[in-house]
């Protein structure tokens, strides 16, 4: 396409070169070019949180954020906050607390409460609600979904911190 640019992305602590048009969201890039399925398509205009990565830290929409506006940016994904094998404290505590049903917002979900946990390591219930208040669950585990974050705090705490 005459459009079309190439673009540099860091995801996951790799750098990727994708020719695609520059308007083109980063959630079709992630999941499309990079195979990073884990982002999910929810509403496509931001309202329920299913496709949020994590953008220099701060979760993020991919669904609105043209592909243009995040090179040379961190992008992180659900995929890339296991390490060597270990899942993240959140994923692991999410996993404890039966905090997913169907699972489709399971991963914007986690992120979420990563950027939150890194921002606040010891959040009360009042601040995990607030801060979580984007993202949907359409089977309604909120209740466990607070209780995980809760306890990837505890997790985190005794580990050093929700890296």
Do not use: W
């Amino acid at each position: 396409m005459a459009n079309e640019k190439m673009i540099k992305l860091k995801v996951n602590g790799a750098v990727h070169s994708v020719t695609t048009d520059p308007e083109r969201k980063l959630l079709y890039v992630l999941r499309d070019d990079l195979d990073l399925t884990g982002t999910h398509y929810g509403c496509g205009e931001g309202q329920c949180g299913a496709c949020t990565v994590l953008l220099d830290g701060r979760p993020t929409r991919s669904c609105l954020v043209p592909v243009s506006a995040v090179e040379g940016a961190q992008i992180t994904t659900i995929e890339g906050i296991e390490k060597s094998g270990a899942l993240h404290p959140v994923q692991q505590a999410f996993l404890d607390e039966d905090a997913m049903q169907c699972g489709y917002c399971t991963s914007g979900m986690i992120l979420a409460a990563v950027a939150l946990l890194r921002r606040t390591p010891h959040p009360t219930e009042d601040q995990i609600q607030q801060r979580m208040q984007g993202n949907v669950c359409r089977c309604g585990t909120y209740r466990r979904i607070i209780r995980a974050v809760q306890k990837a705090a505890t997790i985190s705490a005794v580990k050093g911190g929700a890296k």
